[in-house]
């Protein structure tokens, strides 16, 4: 079974700090990788998706992410951050590429973005 | 702007109380999706649906149960509410591999 590893469960950064989130998965078959963001008291909002082609796939609010098939990893980017990006950062792979396209989330970042 | 709409946005309700937690989704993606997600923010899959009269239990056990009578709707039914019931149901649908789109989330106490 497909899964998500987020190992950082809080992330603190400065403001106009870089950030990296890491996300780490593990399958057998071709995946589909999403980047979600939630902010307090909100539903989950896509930020970014891996399906194929360009391995630096670039989202919404200045994030971007690479797909690193050999290291089976995932990994969210942002060169300097604001306080309004302090949220909850979900990575997730589809179950089989597509099929039944259930999505496998990971625990959750927490970035905590400090004045 | 919102295309899945999720009712009510809170709900504080008794123990022993039936509740419906209802989910609308104006894309027309046959596929749809309940999460349960605890306080420490995990998202766990309740139940999810290919289309209309087709229904599935998720990863995470769950005492609810759901409907698909129609492409839109998706809503989600508690017969005996219990505090242990309490948490965040998000509702989400999707379009093959596009990604999904969730509603903003009904948080539920049960007391």
């Known amino acids: 079974a497909q899964s998500v590893t987020q190992l950082d469960s809080q992330v603190p950064v400065f403001e106009e700090a870089p950030v990296e989130l890491r996300c780490n998965y593990s399958?057998?078959?071709?995946?589909?990788l999403f980047w979600y963001v939630q902010y307090p008291n909100q539903g989950l909002q896509l930020l970014l998706k891996?399906?194929?082609?360009?391995?630096l796939v670039k989202g919404i609010n200045g994030f971007e992410a690479e797909f690193n098939k050999s290291q089976t990893s995932f990994h969210l980017r942002k060169p300097s951050v604001h306080i309004s990006d302090t949220a909850e950062y979900f990575c997730?792979?589809?179950?089989?590429?597509?099929?039944?396209?259930?999505?496998?989330f990971g625990t959750g970042t927490l970035l905590a973005v400090q004045p | 702007e919102a295309d899945i709409y999720q009712t009510p946005r809170y709900l504080v309700i008794g123990t022993g109380k039936k509740i419906t937690l209802e989910c609308s989704q104006t894309?027309?993606?046959?596929?749809m999706y309940w999460y349960q997600q605890d306080p420490g923010m995990e998202l766990h899959l309740i139940h999810y649906?290919?289309?209309?009269?087709?229904?599935e239990k998720g990863d995470l056990s769950s005492e609810s149960t759901v409907s698909r009578i129609r492409t839109e709707h998706f809503p989600l039914t508690l017969e005996s509410a219990r505090p242990s019931h309490t948490s965040q149901y998000l509702c989400?649908?999707?379009?093959?591999?596009?990604?999904?789109?969730f509603g903003s989330g009904t948080r539920l106490t049960v007391v």
């Open positions: 894309m027309g993606h046959d596929k």
């Open positions: 891996y399906l194929s082609g360009s391995t």
């Open positions: 649906s290919y289309g209309v009269n087709s229904t």
């Open positions: 399958s057998s078959v071709s995946v589909y």
């Open positions: 997730a792979v589809s179950d089989d590429g597509g099929a039944t396209n259930k999505l496998i």
């Open positions: 989400a649908s999707s379009d093959r591999a596009y990604g999904y789109t």
